[in-house]
């Protein structure tokens, strides 16, 4: 049963069906094409062909900022052009229409943020909604950053997907529904088969590794609640006066950056050693990889260890 109910209910069936089938996840579309289909239910009862007046009918009410904007506009974009290359008439809203505003700057944390960070996350009270959760971010933090994984990697993590006794973790929950293998370090699996002992406690039958009460994985603003709790302790304090604003996907930017710092000073050739960073990351393309040698500190990106030919030549041209 379609969960559309606008007369473009079966195109937008037939456009989730297409999009999975390249790879992606249906999560990162359904909310906008869902938001559509309501307002042209309600406005365009009648309608099945996508025309610059429904699509611009519908962005114009939008309001959010710009970089959230720009989401909306891609998707509706991708649609028109699914329906074009099917042979539909179709509106395909300008590429320009609605740029990305360049998006967020990676923060990478000094060492001594990063330890003023865990320690504020060591510290975080229990929450009234989820009395766990001071509990459970300590480790969930830990393991997306020695792991590189991406936040929901971490938090959607199942447990019968983690092996403590080899240390591996199979990551199923990805960005194109590529899994991968990952090894954890010893001192990380150490520190999460002491949380076992706890999680089994604390989950009662949860077949997430994180738990939250509810019996799923955790929201992604309840992490983050957590995760800004803390940054705003270790912010505050007289040794640390941070006050910029960073996310937990800031964490897998530390990650891949440390382990290109560790590579320049153990003399590798980096041009040898990314692709394995791109396998253990899950990138799908090595450019995405190489996009970190371009937020290395300027003493480091000097170094004859990186040949700026072949990075450029990954990195997608970008107008000014």
Known sequence: MSRFTSGFSAKLDAYLEYYEARGYKEASHIGYLLKFDRHCAEHFPEQDTLTPETVHHWLDGIKTTANAFAYYATVIRQFGIYLCAIDETAYVLPEKFAPNQGGFTPYIFTDDELAALF???????????EPHL???VPVMFRLIYTCGLRPNEGRELLTENIDL???NILITSTKRNKERLIVMSDDMRRYTRKYETRRTIIGKGNPYFFPAADGGAFTNSQIYKAFNKAWVQASCSKHNPVHRRVRIYDLRHRFASACLNRWLDNGEDLNNMLPYLRAYMGHAKLSETAYY??????????TNAINWDVFNSMMPEVDE
């Open 165 to 167: 006794k080899a240390g």
């Open 119 to 129: 320690r504020a996350i060591d510290a975080l009270p229990p929450f009234k909604d």
């Open 134 to 136: 001071n509990e459970i």
């Open 293 to 302: 040698i371009h937020i290395l500190p300027e003493n480091l990106v000097k």
